[in-house]
């Protein structure tokens, strides 16, 4: 197999996300395929070590004085010193491949505008909606929106989407016009979405089919050992692992949950931690667990009847129903963004995002079906093998395995 020189951008480089650890594992798959990997991230403190990390640019924020501001604003646009940082390492690695994961804001899309000025062929893993929706998520009024896909995006200052700041949505429009639909076009060969549901927005915008390739995340080495480890003991309860906030449907989940027989386990954090802590004081079947660890996750999820997924917003190609199925733990999932594609009657079933009744039904289902833990493991450890996902992002690349 042919070896290349690859660079990966991602704007920090620590397990911060989804987008993070998605990253980052690709930069193991290819080091471990014999491929020469260089990373690119903003400078951060929580940063781990690269072994670049001297070739990153200066840290921006948007949140404090004007002067913050004004910086973040100009990296936005690809000002700065975003393109001398870059234009080192380009020079420098010289790779033959720049690989763009999440770069917009505190890097910037002008880094595909250098990567395909140097010759480089350019792949961009899309991990948000920023592409079709100024304000990343597709949500208006913490629900799904489209107003900004296929149109111009003035929506996005009309209605505030950004933090719910007229300044900010300006920043948000300027910037979508700047890096627009043709520019973007123009410096990148490859457009890697992780689900089917992103790709459909990307051609709803006007973005050429051709460029777009399909490639579902995979299951982080680390927790499928992790996974693979543990002897599952299932117990009566079923569970929920992920942010508490209003989009992720925890409140819809709660409220059905707390009128069945059954233990929800509440693993996660977020804004709406201290209302439910409050609501439901005192409901013995739903225990809220606070944020745990990756050992704490994985025994609750291999140990749980089934997981849940209560979606309320256009989720991608979520991990956390990645991880569930490679514990052979099925799920049971809204049907919006890209879930559905993960989830057949073999593993899981689906309901109407925010129905609270096909929720209860769903879930009274999922506690009566008879589960094949052992198939549903085996099966999802082959679907979301990293040695798939890498098959997959190299012939992207253009190398032969």
């Known amino acids: 197999?042919?070896?290349?020189?690859?660079?990966?951008?991602?704007?920090?480089?620590?397990?911060?996300?989804?987008?993070?650890?998605?990253?980052?594992?690709?930069?193991?798959?290819?080091?471990?395929?014999?491929?020469?990997?260089?990373?690119?991230?903003?400078?951060?403190?929580?940063?781990?070590?690269?072994?670049?990390?001297?070739?990153?640019?200066?840290?921006?924020?948007?949140?404090g004085s004007w002067g913050n501001k004004i910086r973040a604003a100009k990296r936005l646009m690809g000002w700065g010193d975003i393109r001398p940082a870059f234009k080192k390492i380009l020079n420098d690695f010289k790779p033959d491949i720049v690989h763009l994961h999440n770069i917009h804001s505190y890097l910037s899309p002008v880094l595909a505008k250098l990567a395909k000025k140097c010759g480089c062929r350019v792949v961009w893993t899309l991990h948000d909606y920023k592409l079709v929706c100024p304000s990343y998520a597709c949500l208006y009024n913490e629900r799904p929106c489209e107003q900004c896909i296929g149109r111009r995006k003035m929506p996005v200052i009309n209605n505030?989407?950004?933090?719910?700041?007229?300044?900010?949505?300006?920043?948000?429009?300027?910037?979508?016009?700047?890096?627009?639909?043709?520019a973007l076009e123009n410096y990148t060969d490859t457009f890697v979405c992780p689900s089917?549901?992103?790709?459909?927005?990307?051609?709803?915008?006007?973005?050429?089919?051709?460029?777009?390739?399909?490639?579902?995340?995979?299951?982080?080495?680390?927790?499928?050992?992790?996974?693979?480890?543990?002897?599952?003991n299932r117990d009566?309860?079923?569970?929920?692992?992920?942010?508490?906030?209003?989009?992720?449907?925890v409140e819809t989940l709660l409220n059905v949950a707390s009128k069945l027989p059954y233990t929800l386990m509440v693993a996660g954090d977020g804004p709406l931690m201290q209302k439910l802590k409050e609501m439901y004081f005192g409901y013995g079947n739903v225990v809220l667990l606070g944020r745990q660890n990756a050992q704490q996750v994985a025994e609750l999820l291999s140990n749980a009847r089934f997981s849940v997924m209560p979606?309320?917003?256009?989720?991608?190609?979520?991990?956390g129903v990645i991880e569930s199925l490679c514990a052979g733990t099925p799920v049971v999932g809204?049907?919006?963004?890209?879930?559905p594609e993960l989830i057949n009657e073999e593993n899981g079933i689906t309901f109407t995002s925010g129905n609270k009744n096909e929720l209860m039904a769903a879930i009274n289902k999922a506690?009566?079906?008879?589960?094949?833990?052992?198939?549903?493991?085996?099966?999802?450890?082959?679907r979301f093998s990293p040695i798939e996902h890498l098959k997959q992002i190299l012939s992207i690349y253009g190398i032969e395995l």
């Not at 991602?10 to 990373?39: Q, S, T, W």
């Not at 781990?48 to 001297?54: E, K, L, V, Y």
């Not at 809204?334 to 879930?339: F, S």
Request: glycine residues 6%; hydrophobic residues 35%; positive net charge.
């Open 1 to 63: 197999m042919e070896k290349k020189r690859i660079l990966i951008a991602n704007k920090f480089y620590y397990p911060r996300g989804g987008d993070c650890i998605v990253a980052m594992n690709l930069e193991r798959l290819l080091k471990d395929a014999g491929h020469e990997v260089a990373v690119f991230a903003m400078d951060y403190p929580e940063n781990i070590d690269s072994g670049w990390n001297a070739y990153y640019p200066s840290q921006v924020e948007f949140d």
């Open 160 to 182: 505030r989407c950004m933090k719910g700041s007229f300044a900010a949505s300006v920043m948000a429009y300027v910037e979508a016009r700047k890096w627009n639909r043709d």
């Open 196 to 232: 089917n549901f992103m790709a459909t927005k990307m051609r709803k915008d006007g973005f050429d089919p051709e460029k777009i390739n399909v490639v579902c995340n995979h299951i982080d080495p680390a927790k499928q050992q992790l996974f693979n480890s543990l002897c599952s």
């Open 236 to 249: 009566d309860y079923y569970i929920y692992v992920g942010r508490l906030s209003r989009e992720k449907g």
């Open 311 to 319: 979606s309320e917003c256009y989720d991608n190609n979520p991990l």
């Open 334 to 339: 809204a049907r919006i963004g890209g879930i």
């Open 367 to 382: 506690f009566s079906t008879r589960w094949n833990n052992d198939s549903i493991k085996k099966t999802a450890n082959v």
